[in-house]
């Protein structure tokens, strides 16, 4: 598909894609860029792993709140989508494959990875959730078909965060373990919405894994 986020740069950085082992797909928050998620990621830096960082459209990727009606926040989701798609598939391109692709984010960022994941169903390099959840009114357990193939899945989130509601958290946990991922799932009490040590340490071990 195109849509708003289709015209917006791809930010490289890491290993060269060419030289790479693996690839770090990362996805900005709301109000963000791709440039500031990449320097996020120096957190998990590992010698030959890629950074791709799609650019969203005046730095958001859909309008609304991920908890809001799906059709209220298009074509701004399914545009986001497609960017975390076509990062994948440049990775792929590179010759890098899918099971070592990880893919990140943050926030808003964060619940886009949850739903492209979810809803492209394979064996990917990993998937973090940073404070972020599957995206809608509800989670429908049936619009999630299909097998993850024991890909590693982390959720971290805080118990109070004003953004993201525990139960979603706990929802999209339980899409993630029905669809065969190796789900691991941390709520911090009284964090606020933000990322913290356990979080880096956590992800910094996904992606050291992924060119071990």
């Keep these: 598909m195109t849509g708003p986020h289709q015209d917006q740069p791809l930010v490289t950085a890491g290993a060269p894609l060419d030289a790479a082992e693996a690839a770090l797909v ?24 890629a950074y791709l960082a799609p650019q969203a459209a005046r730095y ?12 209220s926040n298009e074509p701004g989701r399914s545009s ?3 960017a975390i798609d076509d990062a994948v598939t440049e990775a792929n391109d590179a010759g890098i494959p899918t099971e070592r692709v990880m ?13 492209y994941v979810a809803r492209n169903p394979r064996r990917y390099g990993g998937l973090a959730v940073l404070s972020g959840g599957l995206i809608g009114e509800s989670v429908d357990p049936s ?11 982390f959720l971290g989130c805080s118990d109070v965060d ?9 929802e999209s946990t339980e899409i993630f373990e029905q669809s065969n991922a190796d789900t691991t799932k941390r709520l911090y009490e009284g964090m606020g919405h933000g990322i913290n ?3 880096i340490d956590y992800v910094s071990g996904m992606v050291a894994s992924l060119v071990e």
């Design 197 to 199: 040590q356990d979080e």
């Design 143 to 153: 619009d999630y078909e299909g097998d993850l193939d024991g890909t590693p899945v």
């Design 162 to 170: 004003p953004h993201i509601p525990e139960e979603r958290v706990n």
């Design 26 to 49: 990362l996805v900005h928050r709301r109000g963000a860029t791709a440039q500031s998620i990449v320097q996020m990621a120096d957190e998990f830096h590992k010698h030959g792993v």
């Design 103 to 115: 893919i990140l984010g943050f926030s808003q960022g964060a619940c886009l990875a949850s739903e």
């Design 60 to 71: 958001t990727w859909y309008p609304n709140a991920f908890t809001a009606p799906v059709e």
């Design 80 to 82: 986001g989508l497609q």
